[in-house]
């Protein structure tokens, strides 16, 4: 009776355990047929990415004009008292996007950087950084229209603490709802990083990837964890 | 026990939405959701807004599950 309510209560744990052990045990077994495998870009990797990239940019920035222009088309004639969930729901996947457009743009600059210092040329950093330009257009335009929708909190990104200031403007239930939310992200994040670390180890054994992978998830991981419990401490003090 | 409201059938009562409730009662209309829903516990300071504006008690718009049920039980014996 006791071992089943242990095995209950660690069922998952039990799961996820004995499914590792499993696929170990099949890499083990076929690591030397792995070992001569190639899954490698080779010098092609910077190429695919800057293509991926670049669609990838072409395709949300597209989608971005599109809603946008819905946007546009549609935020004057609404009941400020009553707004619709479609407009209110573009509002915010544009301003969602564009924001995930502008860490693409970033990261992308960061990969052109890196192989056009050594070999390339340097010119090509210039598209990602006309897609952060036009990104940080596109967020000013949809932080207008959300502004214009939310007048009691208005947001001006290139002001000091804005986001502070506007969590300030958030009432009761909003700033509950950014609790809940602050907090699954947190809670998520750690199993990202657990999957980040699994996956760098096991695509370590068919491509060569950098030291440096593994390395800065356990960072950032570690100082997600610090800042969390640093702020946490702050409120137990009496 | 869980917290549980009638703030929807008042609302309907008065043929408010929830953004009009919202607005009467210095909230938004996501919070007036989040409420109804039972989601979220509004602040004492919310709660006696709400009731304000539908004029009645706080007793009469949010009680603690099993309570009615409990008084009814009470005024049949």
């Known amino acids: ?238 | 026990m869980e917290l549980r409201n009638r703030v929807k059938e008042l609302r309907a009562r008065y043929n408010l939405s929830q953004g009009e409730l919202g607005k009467l009662a210095d909230a938004s209309r996501q919070t007036i959701s989040l409420i109804e829903r039972g989601d979220y516990s509004p602040s004492v300071l919310l709660a006696l807004k709400i009731s304000k504006v539908l004029k009645v008690s706080v007793e009469e718009i949010f009680y603690l599950e099993g309570e009615n049920e409990d008084e009814d039980d009470n005024k049949k014996v």
């Open chain 1, 1 to 238: 009776m006791k071992m089943r309510m242990i095995i209950k209560k660690y069922r998952n744990f039990i799961i996820v355990m004995m499914i590792s052990m499993i696929i170990g045990g099949i890499l083990g077994g076929f690591s030397d047929k792995i070992s001569k495998m190639d899954l490698s870009f080779g010098e092609d990797m910077s190429k695919f990415l800057f293509k991926a990239l670049f669609a990838l940019s072409l395709i949300i920035t597209i989608y971005l004009i599109v809603t946008i222009i819905y946007i546009k088309s549609n935020y004057m004639k609404v009941d400020l008292d009553n707004i619709p969930k479609v407009l209110n729901r573009k509002v915010s996947n544009a301003i969602l996007l564009c924001t995930i457009q502008a860490i693409i743009g970033l990261t992308w600059d960061a990969v052109v950087i890196n192989k056009s210092f050594d070999e390339g040329p340097l010119y090509l950093i210039l598209v990602p950084t006309i897609f952060i330009i036009i990104a940080a257009s596109l967020l000013t335009t949809s932080m207008k229209y959300f502004n214009y929708l939310y007048p009691n909190r208005k947001m001006n990104l290139f002001e000091n603490g804005a986001e502070k200031k506007y969590f300030d403007k958030l009432d009761d239930g909003e700033k509950w709802v950014t609790y809940t939310c602050s907090y699954t992200t947190f809670n998520k994040m750690q199993m990202v990083y657990t999957v980040g670390l699994v996956i760098s180890m096991l695509l370590s054994m068919f491509i060569n990837i950098s030291i440096e992978v593994p390395i800065l998830i356990g960072v950032i991981w570690i100082i997600q964890n610090l800042i969390f419990s640093f702020e946490s401490r702050k409120y137990e003090e009496v």
